[in-house]
């Protein structure tokens, strides 16, 4: 009798894992990982948006792993899940790869500066099922604004040269003899001066 009391129990286990739905494609599963997305979303956009010239890289941080336990305080409360940090907050600087999180008391205090780029990565879990995000971040002084605006100055020039270029390569030989003078260049315009 002992043999079929652990087949009996064995068919029981059987039953009851077959009852709980565990695939991926689970709606319950689904809506954690939703939910989880939402959180990182929502926490890197945040983190972004306090990146300004100066800002404690340490503190930016914590505040990242305060923030996402706020946000998780939020989801899932009807039912005992457990949730919280799958990957804590890292600000990564520059040329180091990933990973960075300095201690909010280490001497230097680690700041950002203009032009610095920060590598954002964190995650969530909602009853084990983890989510996480990354984001790339310019921090951008005055200086820099000033550089985007005469970088896309230049852009537009160099866009309305090469439409000069092509609308001068589809006039007629005689008409584009007329409009460019001198040695053609690049696209044999003489106009755009490449």
């Known amino acids: 009798t002992t043999h079929t009391r652990t087949e009996h129990m064995a068919d029981q286990v059987a039953r009851i894992e077959a ?5 991926v494609l689970s709606p319950n599963i689904v809506s954690k990982y ?24 340490a503190k930016l941080c914590a505040f990242g792993d305060q923030f996402i ?9 009807r039912s005992p899940v457990e949730k919280g940090i799958a990957y804590p907050t890292t600000i990564t ?16 205090a680690v700041l950002a500066k203009d032009g610095d780029l920060l590598k954002i990565s964190l995650g969530v879990h909602i009853d084990g099922y983890t989510c996480t995000g990354a984001r790339s971040h310019v921090v951008k002084g005055e200086m820099s604004v000033i550089f985007c605006l005469f970088s896309s100055f230049l852009g537009v020039e160099h866009v309305l040269r090469e439409c000069v270029c092509l609308f001068v390569l589809t006039l007629s030989s005689r008409q584009s003899a007329r409009w460019a003078r001198g040695p053609s260049r690049c696209h044999g315009c003489g106009v755009c001066g490449c």
């Not at 939703?34 to 890289?57: Q, T």
């Not at 600087?93 to 230097?108: I, Q, T």
């Open 19 to 23: 009852e709980i739905d565990t695939s």
């Open 34 to 57: 939703k939910a989880a997305e939402e959180v990182v979303n929502s926490v890197l956009e945040k983190i972004v948006s306090l990146c300004d010239v100066g800002s404690n890289i």
């Open 69 to 77: 336990d706020e946000q998780l305080a939020a989801v899932f409360n």
């Open 93 to 108: 600087l520059n040329e180091n790869v990933a990973n960075f999180s300095p201690l909010e008391d280490e001497e230097p």
